[in-house]
């Protein structure tokens, strides 16, 4: 098949270099540009040091309108972060023929014009779409700990959420919170209760169970690592653990990304893969749900190539088997 031709708008973040890193090697793709207003002109490794001989690219400082009107283009992935990408669809006009693919939280309510970009949960819709809002990165990890339970109707009480994510999850900008001689050797909550990702969480769950209306108890943790988050989630549960893998397996079954563990599961597990890893037990009437997952490739950037992939009718997978980094 002919190459699908790309544009990254917001090449310079960490979302944008993963995109870079996934899609330079994606054997369909061909990156047409990446902008950035702020690298404009300086070749993609200067930024993204570890590109260092394996592209040519350099950041356009193009009207981006010019660059939307390139003949070919097929797709862009909107990476500039939250409120841009609402600014940038009303101030383009983008073709209905070029695919659209936000990395930000912007077009993920179920009433936007966008296809909310769970393929665990939303692979038809996707397959039919060219507007596809990505996931965020906690949502997606909470999101695959419970889908199987609301598919079956068993999301009958509170849930209840301990979720701690990697600082790459709060952006490239440099803030007191990400700055290495805070996060090194410290863990802190925020927005307990409050995260903004527990508006999607029920908007799945309801789609899929409509009744659910119990709390979703949500403490989100800063870790002091790079990358990658560990949502443990438990809520009451009648069955037994077998019972609960059956579930699971059964409803990942044709999904190539979320596995289910008989081991217990870990953050190096997942890192640098589009991978998420789910682990069950059961203890007192509670179902305990650990999964794992890398908060820039399943969170974010291999997410946004696994939905490419689905708008363009390839195989899921494909440029998405990804090593992970064990040790």
């Given at each position: 098949?002919?190459?699908?031709?790309?544009?990254?708008?917001?090449g310079?973040?960490y979302?944008?270099g993963?995109?870079?890193r996934?899609?330079?090697?994606?054997?369909?793709?061909?990156?047409?540009?990446?902008?950035?207003?702020?690298?404009?002109?300086?070749?993609?490794?200067a930024?993204?040091?570890?590109?260092?001989?394996?592209t040519?690219?350099?950041?356009?400082?193009e009207?981006?309108?010019?660059?939307?009107a390139?003949?070919?283009?097929?797709?862009?992935f909107?990476?500039s972060?939250?409120?841009?990408?609402?600014?940038f669809?009303?101030?383009?006009?983008v073709s209905?023929?070029?695919?659209?693919?936000d990395?930000?939280?912007?077009?993920?309510?179920?009433?936007?014009?966008?296809?909310?970009?769970l393929?665990?949960?939303?692979?038809?819709?996707?397959?039919?779409?060219m507007?596809?809002?990505?996931p965020?990165?906690?949502?997606?990890?909470?999101?695959?700990?419970?889908l199987?339970?609301?598919?079956?109707?068993?999301?009958?009480d509170?849930?209840?959420?301990?979720?701690i994510?990697?600082?790459?999850g709060?952006?490239?900008?440099?803030?007191?919170?990400?700055?290495?001689?805070?996060?090194?050797?410290?863990?802190?909550?925020?927005?307990?209760f409050?995260?903004q990702?527990?508006a999607?969480?029920r908007?799945?769950?309801?789609?899929?169970?409509?009744?659910?209306?119990?709390a979703?108890?949500?403490?989100?943790?800063?870790?002091?690592?790079?990358?990658g988050?560990?949502?443990n989630v438990?809520?009451?549960?009648?069955?037994?653990?077998?019972?609960?893998?059956?579930?699971?397996?059964?409803?990942?079954?044709n999904?190539?990304?979320?596995?289910?563990?008989?081991?217990?599961?870990?953050?190096?597990?997942v890192?640098?893969?589009?991978?998420?890893l789910?682990?069950?037990?059961?203890?007192?009437?509670?179902?305990?749900i650990?999964s794992?997952?890398?908060?820039?490739t399943?969170?974010?950037?291999?997410?946004?190539?696994?939905?490419?992939?689905?708008?363009?009718?390839?195989?899921e997978d494909?440029?998405?088997?990804?090593?992970s980094?064990a040790?």
């Amino acid at each position: 098949m002919e190459k699908i031709n790309v544009g990254i708008i917001g090449g310079a973040g960490y979302t944008g270099g993963e995109l870079l890193r996934i899609l330079i090697n994606h054997p369909f793709v061909n990156v047409a540009f990446t902008h950035s207003k702020s690298q404009a002109g300086k070749p993609v490794w200067a930024t993204h040091t570890d590109l260092l001989g394996d592209t040519d690219l350099t950041f356009s400082g193009e009207e981006i309108s010019e660059l939307l009107a390139q003949n070919g283009l097929d797709a862009i992935f909107l990476c500039s972060g939250h409120g841009a990408s609402a600014t940038f669809m009303a101030e383009h006009e983008v073709s209905d023929d070029i695919a659209v693919i936000d990395l930000s939280a912007d077009f993920r309510d179920e009433h936007d014009d966008f296809v909310y970009g769970l393929p665990e949960l939303n692979r038809e819709r996707i397959q039919e779409a060219m507007r596809i809002a990505n996931p965020g990165c906690f949502a997606s990890s909470i999101q695959l700990a419970l889908l199987p339970l609301a598919k079956a109707g068993k999301l009958t009480d509170d849930v209840h959420v301990s979720a701690i994510t990697g600082s790459t999850g709060a952006g490239q900008a440099l803030v007191p919170t990400t700055g290495f001689t805070w996060r090194n050797n410290n863990v802190s909550i925020y927005k307990a209760f409050t995260h903004q990702h527990l508006a999607e969480i029920r908007q799945s769950l309801t789609q899929l169970e409509p009744d659910f209306a119990a709390a979703i108890n949500f403490i989100p943790y800063r870790g002091d690592f790079t990358r990658g988050i560990m949502a443990n989630v438990y809520t009451p549960f009648t069955g037994t653990l077998e019972e609960a893998k059956q579930l699971y397996r059964s409803f990942y079954e044709n999904h190539p990304f979320t596995h289910v563990s008989d081991a217990p599961v870990d953050v190096k597990q997942v890192v640098n893969t589009n991978k998420c890893l789910v682990h069950l037990e059961v203890h007192d009437g509670q179902l305990l749900i650990t999964s794992v997952i890398d908060n820039l490739t399943k969170g974010a950037s291999g997410h946004a190539v696994q939905n490419l992939n689905l708008v363009f009718g390839l195989p899921e997978d494909t440029g998405l088997r990804l090593k992970s980094v064990a040790f």
